[in-house]
T-cell receptor, first 113, second 114 residues
């Protein structure tokens, strides 16, 4: 199993550009989520999904869109990138939404200039 | 969401036990207690989780207070590789509006001295 795969590893965007961060898992996990981590800070939840076709907002959803059309994939879209979105983004998944361990990807480091 | 409170930092010597405390006084009956750690420049890594009873695994032990308002992560013999930020998190298993939502706090920075 590959686990949770995030692409790309690094990305530089100009203000106003859009892009999609990809997240895929091959463990048949119901639950998937996106976090951002700013320097010296903890992780903040952006969006999460408890199953295909179901998504919900976390703490900091503004400026980000998600969809969950398949169990395996949970892409995160930045519509109009802003410097405030410069961060490291982590995708995580778990078999069930409540008691199963979260598996994290290796992160995407995004810089918006 | 139920919140957790952890000390900002703790220090330990190598090969000594470490007890990392976490307070969660507003925990609900369906909240699971999870612990993760994050090494520098890496994504978080699962350590252990439990509901009511104490739990052991190859990495650590989790001691949960009888009233569930606090818990302690125990590293039995700290190594230099255990130096990390440790996060105590409550995971809502109740099926309410925050079902599955998992929010990280600031965590405890653990420093291990040789």
């Amino acid at each position: 199993n590959a686990g949770v795969t995030q692409t790309p590893k690094f990305q530089v965007l100009k203000t106003g550009q859009s892009m999609t961060l990809q997240c895929a898992q091959d463990m048949n996990h119901e639950y998937m989520s996106w976090y951002r981590q700013d320097p010296g800070m903890g992780l903040r939840l952006i969006h999460y999904s408890v199953g295909a076709g179901i998504t919900d907002q976390g703490e900091v959803p503004n400026g980000y869109n998600v969809s969950r059309s398949t169990t395996e994939d949970f892409p995160l879209r930045l519509l109009l990138a802003a410097p405030s979105q410069t961060s490291v983004y982590f995708c995580a998944s778990s078999y069930r939404p409540m008691d199963s361990p979260l598996h994290f990807g290796n992160g995407t480091r995004l810089t918006v200039t | 969401d139920a919140k957790t409170t952890q000390p900002n930092s703790m220090e330990s010597n190598e090969e000594e036990p470490v007890h990392l405390p976490c307070n969660h006084s507003t925990i609900s009956g369906t909240d699971y207690i999870h612990w993760y750690r994050q090494l520098p420049s890496q994504g978080p890594e699962y350590v252990i989780h439990g509901l009511t009873s104490n739990v052991n695994n190859r990495m650590a032990s989790l001691a949960i207070a009888e009233d569930r308002k606090s818990s302690t992560l125990i590293l039995h013999r700290a190594t230099l590789r255990d130096a990390a930020v440790y996060y105590c998190i409550l995971r809502d298993g109740g099926g309410g509006t925050s079902y599955g939502k998992l929010t990280f706090g600031q965590g405890t920075i653990l420093t291990v001295h040789p």
